[in-house]
């Protein structure tokens, strides 16, 4: 019997990159196989993200190229799904433009995708299911993870927050814990296949278990994960820092598994603008849990998220933006200009800034970034670290490549034996975004 291959390509978060692994359990259960090009496929998905316009725009030009492989193969199957879809009208849009696309659904039914599957082989025609509202979760979906070192555990889904510049809440749903046992027996499964690195994923982590009952919070959940043999390290993200409490600080201070590293959204060092993008914490609260985290967990690294040329943002804001970057010194900064979403209340706006301002303002951001990861590496040059090995290196196969507890990528030369443990790497250079390593 012929092989049948599958494609797909993710644009996104994490928890579209973990979706993408349900998608390819599901297709190798029932007997697909991945492939690496998706001119060699019998069914290629896209899937969407809608954070930012720009992957909105490489999907369309994605879609578009797709026209010539389906006339070229008319049994190929197209399907398009994620965060993109869950926007109003963009399925139909999406069929009307590419009518040449089989399949599209949304966030809340991916588990149905085999069904669709069997659906438009019988039917023979296009098919549209997007859900308004999330259901209930659905345990025991098979995936098929990218590494065999470390993996991603969803422990809960949505987001009740509703920033005015996001468009999660509208596309993921409202907040939804999955039960306490259920992650403690997927990561406990995780640790019996090998697995010695698992991150806790949701869109606001610190928010778990408030819809539970009986409830259970997250440092709780932290401290019940800590107990699992044979785990090794545990990280998680992303953290609110409205909601990111002494006691969650503390479990990651004592639970010895419990990674170093803490991913804490600011967005802004504005008080003004956040209160306009409705964050619920002030550059001063911010400033101050700072000062917890790092009394608490000496060593700890930060990294943050932060939006330039937000609605209304003055030369003032973005300059108090920079000196909260320069105080806190984060290890690494994801940076985005902003972006309109349609559906969400800033994008309705007054005081829409000048693009060309909010490049020359991202571009000094970026460099007061960069020159605080330089320095935090840097403090790492002669010291020993403790390193998970991930695999080869992507720039050089001679090496291998890992990262430490405190999520620092190293490089540096040693035995492919030493793939999936733990080893003593002394570091001999800083750079930018890595370290390079002597494995001891």
């Not at 998905?45 to 070229?72: D, P, Q, S």
């Not at 025991?140 to 065999?148: A, L, N, Q, T």
Request: with cysteine; net charge negative; charged share 30%.
């Amino acid at each position: 019997m012929k092989k049948k291959y599958f494609y797909i390509e993710t644009w996104g978060c994490q928890m579209n990159e973990e979706d993408s692994e349900k998608l390819s359990g599901m297709l190798k259960r029932i007997g697909y196989e991945k492939c690496e090009d998706k001119k060699n496929a019998d069914i290629i998905i896209f899937n969407t993200c809608c954070v930012r316009e720009n992957a909105e725009l490489k999907v369309h030009g994605n879609l578009g190229i797709l026209k010539k492989f389906k006339a070229e193969n008319p049994d190929l199957i197209i399907a398009v799904c994620g965060c993109m879809m869950q926007q109003k009208g963009v399925a139909e849009e999406i069929l009307k433009k590419f009518p040449h696309v089989d399949i599209i659904f949304g966030t809340h039914n991916s588990y149905k995708f085999p069904e669709y599957l069997n659906r438009v082989k019988q039917e023979n025609k296009s098919i549209i299911e997007i859900l308004d509202k999330e259901e209930g979760i659905v345990e025991g979906i098979p995936i098929d993870r990218e590494s065999d070192v470390k993996a991603f555990v969803t422990i809960m889904y949505g987001c009740n927050n509703f920033c005015t510049y996001c468009i999660v809440p509208y596309v993921r749903g409202r907040e939804r814990s999955r039960k306490p046992e259920n992650i403690i027996d997927e990561i406990k499964k995780l640790v019996s296949e090998g697995y010695k690195e698992i991150t806790l994923l949701g869109q606001n982590v610190n928010s778990f278990g408030k819809d539970l009952k009986p409830a259970c919070s997250f440092s709780e959940l932290l401290r019940s994960i800590n107990e699992i043999d044979g785990l090794e390290r545990v990280r998680f993200m992303t953290s609110h820092p409205k909601d990111l409490t002494d006691d969650v600080i503390a479990a990651i201070a004592e639970c010895d598994k419990m990674c170093e590293q803490i991913h804490l959204p600011v967005q802004s060092g504005s008080s003004r603008i956040l209160k306009n993008m409705n964050r619920h914490y002030t550059r001063e609260a911010y400033l101050e849990l700072v000062k917890r985290i790092k009394k608490k967990i000496p060593g700890a690294a930060l990294s943050t998220d932060i939006i330039i040329g937000f609605p209304g943002e003055t030369e003032e804001d973005f300059l108090e933006t920079l000196s909260l970057v320069k105080e806190v010194e984060f290890d690494s900064a994801f940076t985005f200009i902003y972006s309109k979403r349609q559906g969400t209340p800033a994008h309705d706006m007054e005081e829409q800034v000048d693009d060309e301002v909010k490049h020359e303002r991202f571009n000094r951001l970026v460099e007061v970034v960069n020159s605080c990861s330089i320095k935090r590496n840097k403090e790492y040059e002669g010291h020993m670290a403790e390193v998970l090995v991930e695999g080869l290196s992507k720039n050089d196969e001679s090496k291998l490549m890992g990262r430490t507890r405190t999520g620092k990528l190293v490089n540096f030369a040693g035995s492919k034996d030493s793939i999936g443990k733990l080893v003593q790497v002394k570091i001999v250079k800083a750079n930018s975004f890595s370290l390079i390593g002597e494995e001891i």
